[in-house]
């Protein structure tokens, strides 16, 4: 069995909710319910078994370099990969030798 990355999770003030979903939506994550436990602070978006939890709080972590990398494939154009994390901001990347987009939903702290 291949191991692989079922979720990650984001803090986010409750602010930079409806943007941090629209960016998501934009890279093909829908949202879906979250257990009903967590649903009062916590979104989560899905793209084929694939999970970003969006846990909404009044006070965030400081990521600096922390990010998670979204292959797009064709049906999103070039380049082939997102990488988001929490801040502002785009640009295109050679890191691997692949290119990249990266954008940033969020910037913690704001």
């Not at 436990?37 to 916590?42: E, I, S």
């Not at 370099?65 to 049906?75: E, Q, S, T, Y």
Request: hydrophobic share 35%; aromatic share 8%; net charge positive.
């Amino acid at each position: 069995m291949r191991a692989v990355i079922q979720h990650v999770s984001f803090e986010i003030k409750p602010h930079q909710l409806d943007a941090c979903i629209e960016f998501y939506e934009l890279l093909g994550f829908r949202r879906v319910t979250a257990p009903k436990k967590l649903a009062h602070y916590v979104a989560w978006l899905e793209r084929d078994g694939h999970q970003f939890h969006l846990l909404q709080l009044p006070e965030t972590s400081h990521m600096n370099a922390g990010h998670a990398a979204v292959p797009l494939g064709d049906d999103y154009g070039s380049p082939r990969h997102a990488c988001a994390r929490p801040a502002t901001g785009s640009t295109i990347t050679r890191n691997t030798g692949a290119r990249r987009a990266r954008s940033r939903a969020t910037r913690p702290g704001t």
